[in-house]
């Protein structure tokens, strides 16, 4: 029968790799090491291994055979993939939602933590409320299995979602630029026409920036 472990204590170590792997502090490709870590954390190799199972499905980490876990890398060929997967599967719940009644509320909260978050140049948090302004966007479709299909792609989006932030942070003078494009789509999407919405989609910069 498998060990339980505290959820807290796995939930907690999986927070800090993940903060961690978001904010640059390890590299894609890093090797992280079990001995390193448990020493780090204070803890067993049983939590350590089962956050890293998790931060594995979140497409964060990958578990090699023979040579243990290492920070995700995804190629420039995995990311246009996965964003062309993302685009198609975020035109879909437009359509399915709109036109008709939609609650824009998880939309509007993801959008006003964005932009709390760049204005405070916490590029992690932004990061964060990114992720849930587009889970938002495909939960407006009501479509169970349409989200299920889709929160592994964003996911894996994540890592290379993080890195073009702190890019994108580095490049602009303004770091609301990002949040003022996500609120056009906001805008267009809160229209309920679905021709402004898809066209919202189209140029909101999801190649060019962060997504």
């Not at 939930?11 to 903060?19: D, I, K, S």
């Not at 090491?33 to 190799?45: H, K, N």
């Not at 073009?164 to 494009?181: C, K, T, Y």
Request: aromatic residues 4%; without cysteine.
């Amino acid at each position: 029968m498998d060990a339980l472990h505290p959820p807290s204590l796995v939930e907690l170590v999986m927070q800090r790799v993940r903060a961690d792997i978001l904010a640059g502090a390890l590299a894609p490709g890093e090797r992280l090491i079990e001995e390193q870590l448990t020493a780090r954390f204070g803890i067993s190799r049983a939590p350590l291994r089962e956050a890293l199972r998790l931060l594995g499905q979140q497409g964060l980490v990958e578990h090699l055979p023979r040579r243990g876990v290492r920070v995700a890398e995804l190629s420039a060929a995995d990311v246009d993939e996965l964003f062309g997967l993302r685009d198609v599967l975020e035109r879909y719940a437009v359509e399915i939602a709109l036109p008709g009644p939609v609650v824009l509320a998880d939309l509007a909260s993801a959008l006003e933590s964005m932009d709390a978050a760049a204005r405070a140049g916490d590029l992690l948090a932004e990061n964060d409320a990114h992720h849930r302004f587009h889970l938002a966007v495909v939960s407006l479709s009501g479509h169970r299995q349409l989200l299920l299909a889709y929160e592994p792609v964003i996911l894996k989006l994540q890592l290379h979602m993080a890195a073009n932030l702190r890019l994108e942070a580095a490049a602009l003078s303004a770091p609301e630029e990002g949040v003022a494009r996500h609120r056009r789509l906001f805008e267009a999407i809160a229209s309920g026409d679905p021709v402004l919405a898809l066209a919202g989609l189209v140029s909101h910069g999801a190649r060019t920036y962060a997504g």
